[in-house]
Structures are given as C-alpha cells and as structure tokens.
C-alpha cells in the first residue's frame, strides 16, 4: 500500500493564503535589500584586497624592526704577520692586523662585527639611521661614521678613537662613556677604566707597517712583536717586564727589533732551536 494515499490535501484556499504571504514579504525584501546588478558583482569580486594585506605588511616590517634579526655572513682571519684590509657591503673598511679575526654580521637596521682576537682600524661610512656596532667579548663600541682601533687582550679590549665619535659599554653595565678624538679607554667585564690620551706616535701608524716605541714598557713591545711572528717570544724575567723601549720599526723585520735589545736594554736574546726566543737578564 502506498502511505501517500492516506495523506489528506491541504484546502485549496489556504494554498492560495500562503502564496499571498510569501509574495507580499518577498517584495518587502526586495525593496529592503536590492539585489546588486551584476556588474557591481563583478568589480566586487575582482577588487583586490590590499587593505588587510597592506596591514600585515606593515604589522611585519614593524616587529622585525624592533626585533633587528641578524645572521653571520662571513669571517676574515690573518696569519701571524699579515695585514689585510677589506671592505664590508656597507663600503666601511677596515684593517686587520696579524693574527686577526673578524666576523661580520648583517642586521636590518644595524651595522654589525665582531672582533675575535687581535687589532683592526675602522674607518666607518657615516649612516644616519644605522649605527655601526663592534663586539669584542664584553666590551660593545657604537659609532656612526669615524675612524678608531680595537683590540682585544686577554681579559680586557681596547679601544683608541682618532676621528669623530664613538660610545663604549660593556655588558653588564648601562652606562656608555664616550671618546673624543685622541682619547682611549680599556674596558673589561669590571667596567670601563679611566680615559687616557692616546699617543699619535706609537699608535697611529701600524696599519702601515710602522711600529712606533715611546717609552713603551717591554711587555708591551713584544706583545706587539708577537703579531708578526709565528714562533714565541718568551719574558723570562718578570722584573723585565717595565723596561722601557723608544724607537721605531718595520713590523715586516722584527728579527731587527729583538737584535737591539741587547744595546738599549740590559738583557740577553737567547734563539731556541725551536724558533722560540726567550729574553732574560744579562747574567753577571
């Protein structure tokens, strides 16, 4: 049997109630809410949306902006001896002493090297919105277009500024002290020692091959002889270590330094098979 058979049909005057309803509220609807043509259609559908994207733009510029993501691009190392001047993608240039390492870094609103060990002169092209930074263990120095040397020691960095301006801090430490031209400063993981004047005769000229002695303690001097040498120069008399030196070298013959000794100071230049020289007092 079929179920739909017993199923009664609606009276034929309210079919006709209903369909009047629906017709009166479609028009009511109709005139509220107007069906777009088929051309607005269209151009609503084919207009970008560059308002959300615009936001998320800018929304992302601002957060790495504030974030400052740097990545490593490259490390520059001398040998013992060796100079080499490069230059960053930034046209600053620098200059590495012997047994130097630089890493350099690219940030996006920051200028950034880190010097690993030894000395290098930087001479920075000016930027007005990205400083330029160098990072030498705990010591930081800031500047935005000058020239000043670096160099690392065992436990402290030494900063020598000779144009323009440059803010050291070291981490740890709020406080920035700033160099004028002519000044230097070591700093360390204690803070930042005392301003001192730097001496133009023994420092400025050794990325031309000039070493320059003034009264310069002898630790000192072969400290700075060791930069050009492979073999070891060993102080075997601690109550050496004061004396001092004047005169002035080529870095490329140190050999002539450490022949001298012996006529301006009263010690021995002893030659180990090894290539090792050590300096002792004259023995009496």
Known sequence: MNISEHVPAPPESADHSDKDTLTRHRETLQRLFPIPAEEDLRRRRSRPRTAPVLLLLLAGAAGLWGWNPGWPTGQVQTAPGERRT???????RVVLDGSTQLRVWRH?????????????????????????????????????????????????TEVTLW?????VSTRGHSAERLLQPGQRVLASAAGIGETTAASTVTGADWPRGRLAFSRTPLRDVIRELQRYRTAQIVLTDPDLATLEVSGVFDSRHTEDVLA????????????????????????R
Do not use: K, M, N
Request: proline share 5%.
């Open 260 to 283: 001298l000794l012996p006529d301006i100071l009263p010690v021995q230049v002893i030659y180990a098979q090894d290539g090792t020289t050590r300096i002792r007092a004259i023995q």
């Open 86 to 92: 490069v230059y960053l993608p930034d046209h600053s």
């Open 108 to 156: 996006l609103r920051s200028r950034q090297v880190e010097l690993l060990s030894g000395r290098a002169r930087f001479e920075v092209t000016h930027s007005r919105w990205r400083p330029f930074l160098v990072d030498a263990g705990t010591t930081r120095i800031r500047d935005h277009g000058t020239v000043f040397d670096v160099e690392r020691h065992s436990d402290a």
């Open 163 to 167: 144009q323009g301006l440059v803010a």
